[in-house]
């Protein structure tokens, strides 16, 4: 079992944990999609090549949401005038269940305007092997132009199971980041 001291050193987050859980296995092959374990991802967004321009000048104003389900669960922040541009960040997000991609967006910050859709893509997190760390390139598309070239983004992962408490955890993303994100885990 994990206090929630012990998950705060895995992840550099805050976390309240309150019910304890288990996994089973040491792949994703021997995990059930029903499992109730607890997973870590642990995910440093390393950089964009080759966006897509969407600011006057040819350039964008990156950043890139990661969502899991409807939940946004990492921001990152905003590279100007770049794009190539090389973020370098870390987050750690806590999941119940492997069932759901990890849904990765890039945005074009726009100030007072809304922000422009700069591609998407999905990764399985069912495909990842467990505690091994990951390069993941990920090819940048637009569901309603599908042909178009809009970059890629690189990323390493890496996918723990986790045995210890949970039912309220919350965390927050990175100290920069000023918003927290509650997550409600239930089995």
């Given amino acids: 079992m994990l206090d929630s001291y012990r998950l ?3 992840c550099n987050l805050p976390l309240v944990c309150h019910k304890k859980i288990s996994t089973v296995g040491n792949s994703n092959a021997d995990v059930p999609l ?3 374990g607890m997973y ?5 967004l390393r950089r964009g090549q080759s966006l897509a321009a969407r600011d006057r000048g040819g350039t964008s104003d990156p950043y890139v949401k990661f969502k899991i389900g409807r939940k946004e ?3 990152s922040k905003i590279i100007h005038k770049n794009l190539n ?15 759901e991609p990890l849904y990765i967006k890039v945005f074009d910050y726009d100030f007072g ?15 990842l092997e467990l505690n091994r760390s990951t390069d993941v390139t990920l090819t940048l598309k637009d569901p309603h132009y599908p042909d178009h070239d809009l970059g890629i983004i690189l990323l390493s992962v890496i996918l723990t199971p986790k045995e210890g408490e949970h039912r309220d955890v919350t965390m927050l993303m990175r100290k920069s980041w000023k918003r927290s994100s509650k997550v409600i885990l239930s089995m």
């Fill in 8 to 10: 705060k050193s895995f």
């Fill in 34 to 36: 029903a499992d109730p």
């Fill in 40 to 44: 870590q991802l642990d995910i440093t």
């Fill in 73 to 75: 669960v990492f921001r």
């Fill in 85 to 99: 541009p090389v973020w370098e960040e870390k987050a750690c997000v806590l999941i119940d269940h492997l069932r």
């Fill in 113 to 127: 305007l809304q922000d422009d859709f700069m591609g998407s893509a999905f990764l399985d997190l069912t495909q």
